[in-house]
């Protein structure tokens, strides 16, 4: 029972220190869910939560995950900072925070603002803003961030967008060029451009779309024009080619995070599958590989591919709580009908800093949690407690058990008290034995074995005496001048 309730104490224990170390993230401090910023500013998001793990935080605008494909977006552990805002930026945006124990989202509405467009037209597209009476605005480009890329190259039958935002007053006009000549419908043909007020849309391209647009933009107070070169790349039916360095080679600390990433530029939307290379000697600790020359590879779970605007594809690997089995050869494969390609990296995961389990740390007061302080000395006390009380129980019921025993015997084979008390028993006096009042060890055995050599029925059984453990002489001088010595004489059971 005392182990029992020992398990039992330790069990809560640990239970409620785990409980209050780790839980599911936590917002940290109060957050203005309604956010601004004006158009061509940078604009910052907090997502301040907090918790044990560490959680993993995604963002998503208006339902859409935000990637390393949003050149303008950079997500780092606490925020979301947006560059160079525009327009389009608006909208709803949401920060999930998740670890294992569970997860908490921290919601946002973005709002636009454009000072160009009107005294009140926050938000408002610059095409509905109302003219200002009486003053003259010369155009200017409201989204030049979305105008930076003036030379682009798509593949045929893709698709491209050519912006030319623009305010002023009065309300400025848009004409499109093509190669110095108006953009008239009649020469769009079967692919077909949709000119809405301040965006050139061009679908199903041809080589024939191929050359150079450009917005001009005036009114009564001045011009404004913009050229775009755009280059329609016929189809070569080729495989898909990795750009750039990535993936990488890459060290990350034990139990951290890291990803690799992989650019692919294909024709068509190519199918990017990542591997980890098997150690040789720990096939079978995987459900199935692939056998690739000498080598034995494991196909990782394929995550999403982006689509990015220069026509290329990437993909992200992330890897997460990283372990000593997770360093290795990893390979990124990008593949389409006429083929693949591949690029492989390593990872490199740095020993645990952590002590081993069988060595008991010594954390400062300051990282321990309030229970386990508690705790500890509560535990030390109770077994502490219970060592004593077994301890007293077992002498109590010694000594209870002695004295059962004592008592239980006849009354002819027990000794006198006072002989019993002196380990002598009861016998005639010797004359010999002046200055003593007790036998002598040997006169009691020499008396014991001539009883028992004499026999008879109503003879007690033989009781041996009790084994001393010290004797000691006292000797006392009395007032008279006469010396009487005696001895004492200590046994035990």
């Given at each position: 029972s005392?182990l029992?309730?020992?398990?039992?104490?330790?069990?809560?224990l640990?239970?409620?220190?785990?409980?209050?170390i780790?839980?599911?993230?936590?917002?940290?401090?109060r957050?203005?869910h309604?956010?601004?910023?004006r158009?061509?500013?940078?604009?910052?998001?907090?997502?301040?939560?907090?918790?044990d793990?560490p959680?993993?935080?995604?963002?998503?605008?208006d339902g859409?995950?935000?990637?390393?494909?949003?050149?303008r977006?950079?997500?780092s552990?606490?925020?979301?900072?947006?560059?160079?805002?525009?327009m389009d930026?608006?909208?709803?945006?949401?920060?999930?925070?998740?670890?294992?124990?569970?997860?908490?989202?921290?919601?946002?509405?973005?709002?636009?603002?454009?000072d160009?467009?009107?005294?009140?037209g926050?938000?408002t597209a610059?095409e509905h803003?109302?003219?200002?009476?009486?003053?003259?605005?010369?155009p200017r480009?409201?989204?030049p961030?979305?105008?930076?890329?003036?030379?682009?190259?798509?593949?045929?039958?893709?698709?491209?967008?050519l912006?030319?935002?623009?305010?002023?007053?009065?309300r400025?006009?848009?004409?499109?060029?093509?190669?110095?000549?108006?953009?008239?419908?009649?020469e769009?043909?079967?692919?077909?451009?949709?000119?809405?007020?301040?965006?050139?849309?061009?679908?199903?391209?041809?080589?024939?779309?191929?050359?150079?647009?450009?917005?001009?933009?005036?009114?009564?107070?001045?011009?404004?024009?913009a050229?775009y070169?755009?280059?329609v790349?016929?189809?070569?039916?080729?495989?898909?080619?990795?750009?750039?360095t990535?993936?990488?080679n890459t060290?990350?600390?034990?139990?951290g995070?890291?990803?690799?990433?992989?650019?692919?530029?294909?024709?068509?939307?190519?199918?990017?599958?990542?591997?980890?290379?098997?150690?040789p000697?720990?096939?079978?600790?995987?459900?199935?590989?692939?056998?690739v020359?000498?080598?034995?590879?494991?196909?990782?779970?394929p995550g999403d591919?982006?689509?990015?605007p220069?026509?290329s594809?990437?993909?992200?690997?992330?890897?997460?709580?990283?372990?000593?089995?997770d360093?290795?050869?990893?390979?990124?494969?990008?593949?389409?009908?006429?083929g693949?390609?591949?690029?492989?990296?390593y990872?490199?995961?740095?020993?645990?800093?952590?002590?081993?389990?069988?060595?008991?740390?010594?954390?400062?007061s300051?990282?321990?949690?309030?229970?386990?302080?508690?705790?500890?000395?509560?535990?030390?006390?109770?077994?502490?407690?219970?060592?004593?009380?077994?301890?007293?129980?077992?002498?109590?019921?010694?000594?209870?058990?002695s004295?059962s025993?004592?008592?239980?015997?006849?009354?002819?084979?027990?000794?006198?008290?006072?002989?019993?008390?002196?380990?002598c028993?009861?016998?005639?006096?010797?004359?010999?034995?002046?200055?003593?009042d007790?036998?002598?060890?040997?006169d009691?055995?020499?008396h014991q074995?001539?009883?028992?050599?004499?026999?008879g029925?109503?003879l007690?059984?033989?009781?041996?005496?009790?084994i001393?453990t010290?004797?000691?002489?006292h000797?006392?001088s009395?007032?008279?001048g006469k010396?009487?010595?005696?001895q004492?004489?200590?046994?035990q059971?």
């Open positions: 005392v029992l309730m020992l398990y039992f104490f330790f069990f809560n640990l239970f409620f220190s785990v409980a209050a780790c839980g599911p993230p936590r917002v940290s401090e957050v203005t309604r956010q601004s910023a158009l061509g500013r940078t604009v910052k998001l907090p997502c301040p939560v907090e918790g793990p959680p993993l935080i995604m963002w998503t605008k859409r995950n935000i990637h390393s494909g949003w050149t977006f950079r997500v552990q606490h925020a979301l900072r947006v560059k160079e805002v525009e930026d608006a909208g709803t945006y949401i920060c999930k925070a998740t670890n294992g124990f569970g997860s908490v989202n921290i919601n946002y509405t973005l709002i636009v603002i454009d160009s467009s009107s005294r009140s926050a938000g610059p803003a109302p003219e200002l009476a009486g003053k003259l605005v010369r480009f409201t989204q961030a979305k105008m930076r890329k003036r030379v682009i190259a798509r593949p045929v039958g893709s698709s491209v967008r912006k030319c935002t623009a305010s002023g007053n009065p400025p006009d848009i004409v499109w060029l093509k190669d110095n000549r108006p953009l008239v419908d009649e769009s043909g079967a692919g077909g451009e949709q000119k809405k007020r301040w965006t050139l849309s061009l679908k199903n391209l041809m080589p024939e779309h191929s050359g150079k647009y450009t917005c001009h933009v005036s009114n009564r107070a001045g011009e404004i024009n050229t070169k755009v280059e790349i016929q189809r070569t039916n080729s495989k898909p080619i990795l750009t750039g990535h993936p990488v060290t990350v600390d034990y139990g995070t890291t990803s690799f990433q992989c650019k692919v530029r294909s024709d068509v939307k190519p199918v990017i599958q990542w591997l980890k290379r098997v150690e000697g720990d096939e079978k600790k995987f459900n199935s590989t692939i056998e020359g000498d080598y034995h590879f494991v196909v990782l779970p591919v982006w689509s990015r220069d026509g594809y990437l993909n992200k690997l992330l890897i997460t709580r990283a372990k000593e089995e360093a290795g050869m990893y390979i990124c494969m990008g593949a389409n009908t006429m693949y390609s591949f690029r492989s990296a990872l490199t995961v740095l020993p645990d800093r952590k002590p081993p389990p069988n060595s008991i740390p010594i954390p400062t300051s990282s321990l949690p309030w229970p386990v302080i508690i705790g500890i000395p509560a535990v030390v006390a109770f077994i502490l407690g219970t060592a004593l009380l077994w301890f007293c129980q077992s002498k109590r019921t010694c000594s209870s058990s004295s025993s004592s008592s239980a015997l006849p009354a002819a084979q027990r000794l006198p008290v006072a002989s019993r008390d002196r380990a028993p009861t016998v005639s006096p010797q004359p010999a034995s002046g200055d003593k007790c036998l002598s060890y040997e009691y055995v020499a074995q001539l009883l028992l050599a004499q026999g029925s109503g007690a059984p033989k009781i041996y005496p009790k001393y010290d004797i000691h002489t000797t006392h009395h007032v008279d010396v009487h010595q005696h004492h004489i200590h046994y059971c």
